[in-house]
T-cell receptor, first 114, second 114 residues
């Protein structure tokens, strides 16, 4: 059983550019959530995907968007990057929507915007 | 809005000793879940322990136990017989029943002194 894998592990982008981060969910998990963790902070919920549709969103602007594919993997896209977007982006999967047994997290993508 | 507060940015403990990490939260809900996650330098969030709010009995997982005080909205984590591998950031998290996201605190950095 594989866990949650994220790619790339590190990324440097210039302000104004666009970025795509990728996540493969744990085997058997159909729900994927994305979190942003700024330096020295706890993760903040961006959005969740279930059955290829967005299933809830945190307080993030529309330039943060996502996709989920039939194999339950997911992408996080951020347009018009800002310096404050520099953070660790964590992907978490769960076997069911509304899961309350905790989530399985990946090791994240460290995004630096310069 | 739900908030999770961890008032101890840093804690240290001697190897083999016991340490308690504090967490308080604010909610108007009666049915919810609380979690402690560990984030080592590998960045992956690892579930340490989970508590269901409707259960009065405190959760335990080997050397890890919680003190859940529902009326006080307090959820502390006790680590017994601390080991060097316990050194990490520890995050307290809250989730409403049926909701799709976790609310995290700002974390406590635990150092284990040999």
């Amino acid at each position: 059983e594989t866990g949650v894998t994220q790619s790339p592990t590190h990324l440097i982008k210039t302000r104004g550019q666009q970025v795509t981060l990728r996540c493969s969910s744990q085997s058997g998990h159909n729900t994927v959530s994305w979190y942003q963790q700024a330096l020295g902070q706890g993760p903040q919920f961006i959005f969740q995907y279930y059955r290829e549709e967005e299933n809830g969103r945190g307080n993030f602007p529309p330039r943060f968007s996502g996709l989920q594919f039939p194999n339950y993997s997911s992408e996080l896209n951020v347009n018009a990057l800002e310096l404050d977007d520099s953070a660790l982006y964590l992907c978490a999967s769960s076997p069911h929507v509304g899961e309350s047994y905790g989530y399985t997290f990946g090791s994240g993508t460290r995004l630096t915007v310069v | 809005a739900q908030t999770v507060t961890q008032s101890q940015p840093e804690m240290s403990v001697q190897e083999a000793e016991t340490v308690t990490l504090s967490c308080t939260y604010d909610t108007s809900e009666s049915d919810y879940y609380l979690f402690w996650y560990k984030q080592p330098p590998s960045r992956q969030m690892i579930l340490v322990i989970r508590q269901e709010a409707y259960k009065q009995q405190n959760a335990t997982e080997n050397r890890f136990s919680v003190n859940f005080q529902k009326a006080a909205k307090s959820f502390s984590l006790k680590i017994s017989d601390s080991q060097l591998g316990d050194a990490a950031m520890y995050f307290c998290a809250y989730k409403e029943t049926g909701a799709n996201n976790l609310f995290f605190g700002t974390g406590t950095r635990l150092t284990v002194i040999p």
